[in-house]
Nanobody, 116 residues
């Protein structure tokens, strides 16, 4: 089993920045892919970013390209999401996920609110 815990969410003004963290514990060996999705009230869960454990290759959703950066510290079993130039439409609950041997694990989510 893998447990994922997100942190770093909060209230920020438009144009501001936040950094989310997601720490994995439990059976963390060979968690290959980690990443983030987000879900706003009444909407489907949308892909934000993903990063592989080996090559560190990354992929981003179209709405966040150029503004968000995903990174990973394999020694700490932690993935980060640096969010810059935040917009009100970025307001969502952000969920971390990890893929280990084909099983996908999710965190409990952290709220990000972008508002003046």
């Amino acid at each position: 089993q893998v447990q994922l815990v997100e942190s770093g969410g909060g209230l920020v003004q438009p144009g501001g920045s936040l950094r989310l963290s997601c720490s994995a514990s439990g059976s963390t060996f060979m968690i290959s892919i980690m990443g983030w999705y987000r879900q706003a009230p009444g909407k489907q869960r949308d892909f934000v970013a993903t990063i592989s454990g080996g090559s560190g290759s990354t992929s981003y959703g179209d709405s966040v390209k150029g503004r968000f950066t995903i990174s990973r510290d394999n020694d700490k079993n932690t993935v980060y999401l640096q969010m810059n130039s935040l917009k009100p439409e970025d307001t969502s609950v952000y969920y971390c996920y990890g893929n280990r041997f084909g099983s996908v694990y999710w965190g409990q989510g952290t709220q990000v609110t972008v508002s003046s």
